[in-house]
């Protein structure tokens, strides 16, 4: 199979993916059918083939790892060699990999299981594995080249078994700082990822952002992102080669009536027009008990949602990175250089102004360079036919002129105004 980008250019539409809320096809139809479909084998079962004794809560039925299984050396050695029932959890993810790609052999289908720190977390409890890492780290070590062993022999079997990615769940990682994200699981998922050809997708819950960096540096094609995370941010720093895949909010899509679920998706959709390297996901598992009008809410509004050719985004690409860098080269020469169309002037000027705004309102941009920004996207405007056309940045829509970028540049009308 292709790569990720290369499936996805085989549509002229923006893919739809969630987590979960899987829709009867035969009775609601193939439109909502998702176009990528992923197995994961759970942390409690991938425990259990290491012999560990689990229990269940009677209230909820829900299975847990009993805590305090593991207490010397002895019981870590039986870890590493208990090859019987390792050999024959992968056997039965193979056998549910090969049913799924049956079942869908025109879409891009991906083997996947829970991630190194998650499994070691389950092993020994959530709160435990974290306290570890600062006073036993050799030990928490210890336990995920383990964990990190097992799982690249899944993805090894998966991948050998047809499938087009490996997807690794990794919720219990966004606990550590960025610092001991890297330490304690991004290392191990590079190494994981290092071992395949197919491309690797993250997922991981919560608020990543401080951790965009070390998730790049594992070497995943594609980052599955929860809703707190603001993607439009993250288009702007993640390289155009990874996907971004999210990030509607499974609590809102259980929750809320079709119309605040129509406004979310529509949203997110504005927000990524300029950006090819984007699926449409719920930033988590979508709840069983989800009405089924929400679900094709998501595909309703993205399938049929207006989306830029793979040229088209490059091209604004090409042009936000030269205008928010401040290249040596003169912007007018860049935009004659690439014969960019108005069109994709207007759209790197609307990424580049949401960027540096945002920035400047995080203090994380100085003056001179906020100005010089401003300066060179006042050049393009007064040099090229493109004055009045409609922008969209932060939250609400303007005409691209002096008096709306002046606007801008003060911190009127944006989220608040900046201090000098």
């Known amino acids: 199979m292709h790569s990720l980008l290369e499936y996805m250019s085989g549509f002229d539409r923006r893919l739809v993916a969630p987590i979960g809320g899987q829709l009867d096809t035969e009775k609601h139809g193939a439109f909502f059918e998702p176009d990528i ?35 010397d050396e002895n019981v870590i050695s039986k870890l590493k060699n208990n090859d019987i029932e390792k050999k024959a959890f ?12 049956a079942r869908n052999p025109h879409l891009y289908v991906g083997g996947g299981c829970f991630g190194p720190f998650t499994l070691v977390g389950t092993m020994l409890g959530v709160e435990n594995v974290c306290m570890s890492c600062i006073k036993s780290p050799a030990y ?23 499938a087009d990615f490996f997807w690794i769940a990794e919720p219990t990682a966004v606990l550590l700082s960025p ?20 491309p690797g997708f993250l997922h991981v819950c919560g608020d990543t952002t401080p951790h965009t960096k070390e998730l790049v540096n594992t070497g995943a094609k594609c980052l599955s992102l929860d809703s707190v995370v603001d993607f439009r941010d993250m288009a ?48 988590c598992l979508i709840p069983e008990e989800t009405a089924e009008e929400n679900i094709k809410a998501l595909f309703r509004n993205t399938k049929d949602s207006v989306v830029q050719d793979i040229n088209t985004c490059r091209n604004i690409n090409l042009l936000f990175n030269h205008l928010i860098s401040h290249g040596d080269k003169d912007s007018l020469e860049c935009i ?59 939250g609400g829509y303007r005409k691209l002129n002096s008096e709306s970028l002046e606007m801008l540049q003060k911190g009127d009308g944006c989220y608040g105004e900046f201090s000098s």
Request: proline letters at 1%; a negative charge.
């Open 336 to 394: 004659h250089e690439h014969n960019l169309t108005s069109k994709e002037v207007v759209a790197a000027i609307e990424e580049s102004l949401t960027y540096i705004v945002r920035k400047r309102q995080d203090g994380k941009l100085d003056s001179k360079q906020y100005t010089l920004i401003f300066e060179e996207i006042e050049k393009i405007i007064s040099r090229l036919d493109i004055r009045e056309q409609e922008i969209y940045v932060d």
């Open 179 to 198: 610092a001991m994200y890297k330490r304690f699981s991004g290392n191990y998922i590079k190494e994981i990822y290092s071992c395949i050809s197919i």
């Open 236 to 283: 702007h720093i993640v390289p155009s080669d990874i996907v971004l895949m999210g990030n509607v909010s499974p609590i809102n899509m259980k929750l809320l009536d079709q119309e605040k679920i129509v406004e979310e998706v529509a949203s997110l959709n504005r927000d990524m027009k300029n950006y090819y390297n984007f699926v449409m996901s719920s930033g």
């Open 140 to 162: 928490v070590e210890e336990l995920l080249h383990i964990a990190k062993s097992f799982i690249m022999d899944i993805a090894k079997a998966c991948q050998e078994n047809g």
């Open 37 to 71: 479909k992923f197995m994961c084998r759970n942390d409690i079962e991938m425990c259990k083939c290491f012999g560990f004794r689990t229990e269940v809560l009677e209230e909820n039925n829900l299975e847990f790892i009993v805590e305090g299984q593991i207490n």
């Open 90 to 101: 992968i056997e039965e993810t193979v056998e549910e990999l090969k049913e799924l790609k």
